[in-house]
C-alpha cells in the first residue's frame, strides 16, 4: 500500500463548486507539502504545512494539517477553470530528508 | 531567475542507446534532486546532491543510472544502456534547504523520455 495516500483518484467539479482533496499518511508526518502539476510541466509549490494543526490559505486554495489523523486537506473554494491539473501531496516520512509523494489527484474543472 | 532549467524537454531513443538528460539549478540552491515519475509508481526521488556531493541514491533502479553533479550549476542523470522500462517523466528540482528545514523544492519542467 502506498504511504501517501490521496484521495480521491479523480474529480470532476463544475466550475464554481467547491472541492477538497485529502492526503492521508501511514506514517507520522514531519511537514507536509502540497504541489500542483499540468499536463507537460513541472510541480509547482502551493503550500507547505508544519507539524501542529497549521492552516493556511492562498487565494482560493486552503489546506490544513491533522497531525492526530495524520491527514492533510486541500480545499478549493469557488473553482476556476484554472485550478484543473494534478495535486500532489509530499512528505518527510522518515525524517531522512527526502520527500515521498502521493499517489496524486487528477482534477478536471467543467463549465 | 530563470527557475531550473532541463534538457531535453523530450527525448526519443532506440533501447540500449546513452541517453543524458542535463539540469541547472536555481542559482544559490545547495540542493539538487532528480525524480522520476510513471503512471506505475508516481514521483519517485532517484538522488539528491548537497554542494555538489551525492547524498542518498538509494533510489537509483539500477547500475544503468548514474548522476553527476560537476559543479554548482549543472547536473546530469545517465541511462547507460536504456530500455523501453525506463520510459518516464525526469524532474530535477533543486532547494536552498535540506527537506527538515521544511523549505520548498523548485522542480524543472522535466524531460519527457520515450525508450523504444
Known amino acids: 500500500s502506498q504511504e501517501l495516500e490521496q484521495s480521491p483518484q479523480s474529480l470532476i467539479v463544475q466550475e464554481g463548486k467547491n472541492l477538497t482533496i485529502n492526503c492521508t499518511s501511514s506514517?507520522?508526518?514531519?511537514?507536509l507539502y502540497w504541489y500542483k502539476q499540468k499536463y507537460g510541466e513541472g510541480l509547482i509549490f502551493l503550500m507547505m504545512l508544519q507539524k501542529g494543526g497549521e492552516e493556511k490559505s492562498h487565494e482560493k486554495i486552503t489546506a490544513k494539517l491533522d497531525e492526530k489523523k495524520q491527514q492533510s486537506s486541500l480545499h478549493i473554494t469557488a473553482s476556476q477553470p484554472s485550478h484543473a491539473g494534478i495535486y500532489l501531496c509530499?512528505?518527510?516520512?522518515?525524517?531522512?530528508?527526502?520527500?515521498?509523494f502521493g499517489t496524486g489527484t487528477r482534477l478536471t474543472i467543467i463549465p | 531567475d530563470a527557475g531550473v532549467i532541463q534538457s531535453p524537454r523530450h527525448e526519443v531513443t532506440e533501447m540500449g542507446q546513452e541517453v543524458t538528460l542535463r539540469c541547472k539549478p536555481i542559482?544559490?540552491?545547495?540542493?539538487l534532486f532528480w525524480y522520476r515519475q510513471t503512471m506505475m509508481r508516481g514521483l519517485e526521488l532517484l538522488i539528491y546532491f548537497n554542494n555538489n556531493v551525492p547524498i542518498d541514491d538509494s533510489g537509483m533502479p539500477e547500475d544503468r543510472f548514474s548522476a553527476k553533479m560537476p559543479n554548482a550549476s549543472f547536473s546530469t542523470l545517465k541511462i547507460q544502456p536504456s530500455e523501453p522500462r525506463d520510459s518516464a517523466v525526469y524532474f530535477c528540482?533543486?532547494?536552498?534547504?535540506?527537506?527538515?528545514?521544511?523549505?520548498?523544492?523548485?522542480f524543472g519542467p522535466g524531460t519527457r523520455l520515450t525508450v523504444t
Open positions: 506514517k507520522t508526518l514531519y511537514g
Open positions: 509530499g512528505a518527510d516520512l522518515y525524517g531522512n530528508e527526502k520527500l515521498t
Open positions: 542559482s544559490g540552491h545547495d540542493y
Open positions: 528540482a533543486s532547494s536552498l534547504a535540506p527537506v527538515g528545514a521544511l523549505y520548498e523544492q523548485y
